[in-house]
């Protein structure tokens, strides 16, 4: 990739576009009582995906860049979960019925400091509040320096069909360096556990871009993660912003690789991973042929929502715990990020929502480009435009930094398709951001 394209379009600033509008244009006049009445709209026979937030873990990672409490002892979790359930109760009451559910994710955090009584409690209630359907996907985000037998077996008679693992890297030098000491026995234990107890389904998730990381690191903790034969790989870029997450401050930011060492790193990544037989998929995630991902991109039915990649198709999500986020048919709405807030809205008997965003037409016209772009790499604006109503030409006249992109060949543009090219798939944000609209103009 060209040192020059790098330089101009490789932004840490940029959003990853997981949801459109961004958190950042989130306001804090959608709130609580605009969450219930969403809530109330909601078609009683439309499925929904659930997403839990559980936001504690036993040792802090400094590379994390999500809200998290560190806690030694199980009072505080168990104690959580009496306010998760609770909220759980509070949206099932606004909800217009049992709402059916395909797809439910615990994340955090370290969901797998639940107590096994405790989890199986949650899930017991989960399913008494909503409907799930029989092919129902469960999942959830492990820590295999903490995964013991006992949850092991939890989360198989709990009826998860998806496990998350936690890898970053297999360097020893790197873990150090981000507070994750972990060998490759306790992430090979971990799977073998799970598949003992028929969670057949693994992820991995790798980062790239971390203190002392090579590209050869980067390569042999690839090839050590394949051996095991997970299901899907996360390949993520690491995210250095020290300013708004503290514990990065950690992190010796001289050891750090430049963007061009990034995407090399990310490079050499994705080359071991399709030769060992993965399909990349979008940005940053490889799928075997016959996983959920690889057959949803075949298909055209792979989206983008709060988590990343998913063949998830439910247009509603519900977003349980500290900043969680929902998708509702209206908007946005997530939730109050500091625990704390949270359970005091909570033990008031109201909605933990801290701010939102209500769509406008606008608004999901440009989510669906970027998402198709996110997806697909390529987007047909005049099909898009046209089941939103509006005029392509008119749409791509505004994007200005469209035109420079076009300029320095990252995208084609034929009889309205914007495609990315293939080896300038690294700066695949960077065409989504000509689409939004809520994005400081200052060019680049």
């Known amino acids: 990739m060209q040192t020059s394209l790098l330089n101009k379009y490789c932004d840490a600033r940029l959003p990853w576009y997981t949801i459109y509008p961004t958190v950042p244009d989130f306001s804090a006049t959608v709130a609580a009582e605009t969450c219930e009445i969403w809530l109330r709209r909601l078609p009683p026979d439309e499925p929904v995906s659930l997403y839990l937030h559980i936001p504690f873990c036993r040792s802090i990672c400094w590379y994390c860049g999500f809200p998290t409490n560190l806690t030694r002892s199980e009072r505080p979790i168990h104690d959580f979960v009496a306010m998760l359930s609770e909220e759980i109760r509070l949206v099932a009451e606004q909800a217009p019925c049992a709402l059916p559910v395909n797809d439910v994710h615990f994340g955090g955090g370290t969901p797998t400091t639940i107590a096994p009584a405790d989890f199986l409690a949650l899930m017991e209630l989960l399913r008494r509040c909503f409907t799930f359907s029989e092919s129902a996907s469960i999942a959830i985000e492990i820590d295999p320096r903490a995964f013991t037998a006992e949850m092991a077996e939890t989360l198989g008679a ?3 069909t998806r496990a998350s693992i936690g890898v970053q890297s297999f360097d020893p030098v790197v873990q150090r360096a ?14 073998e556990r799970l598949r003992q107890h028929g969670i057949s389904r693994i992820n991995f998730d790798l980062l790239f871009g971390l203190p002392h990381q090579t590209v050869q690191s980067c390569v042999n903790s690839a090839r050590t993660a394949v051996a095991m034969r997970p299901d899907r790989l996360a390949v993520f ?10 514990r990065q401050r950690q992190i010796d930011e001289a050891a750090l690789p430049d963007n061009i060492a990034r995407a090399e790193q990310a490079a050499a990544v994705a080359d071991t991973l399709v030769s060992a037989g993965y399909h990349q998929i979008g940005l940053d995630h490889f799928a075997l042929p016959d996983d959920e991902l690889a057959l949803a991109q075949k298909n055209g039915r792979l989206r983008r929502n709060s988590l990343g990649y998913s063949a998830d198709t439910c247009k509603t999500v519900i977003g349980f715990g500290p900043s969680a986020i929902g998708r509702l048919r209206d908007g946005y709405v997530q939730n109050e990020v500091a625990t704390a807030s949270y359970n005091q809205h909570i033990r008031a008997g109201r909605l933990a929502t801290a701010k939102g965003c209500c769509l406008t037409e606008e608004d999901r016209l440009r989510a669906a480009i970027i998402d198709r772009l996110m997806c697909d790499l390529e987007a047909d604006m005049p099909a898009i435009c046209a089941a939103h109503g509006f005029d392509p030409i008119a749409l791509l006249d505004s994007a200005d930094r469209l035109g420079m992109l076009v300029e320095d060949g990252v995208v084609d543009i034929e009889e309205g398709l914007v495609r990315i090219k293939q080896e300038h798939r690294f700066l695949i944000r960077s065409v989504a951001a000509a689409f939004d609209a809520y994005l400081d103009r200052t060019p680049y």
């Open 178 to 191: 981000v507070n994750r000491l972990q060998s490759e026995a306790q992430t090979a234990s971990a799977v």
């Open 158 to 160: 709990a009826g998860v």
């Open 237 to 246: 870029s690491y995210a250095h912003v020290p300013s708004y997450m503290k």
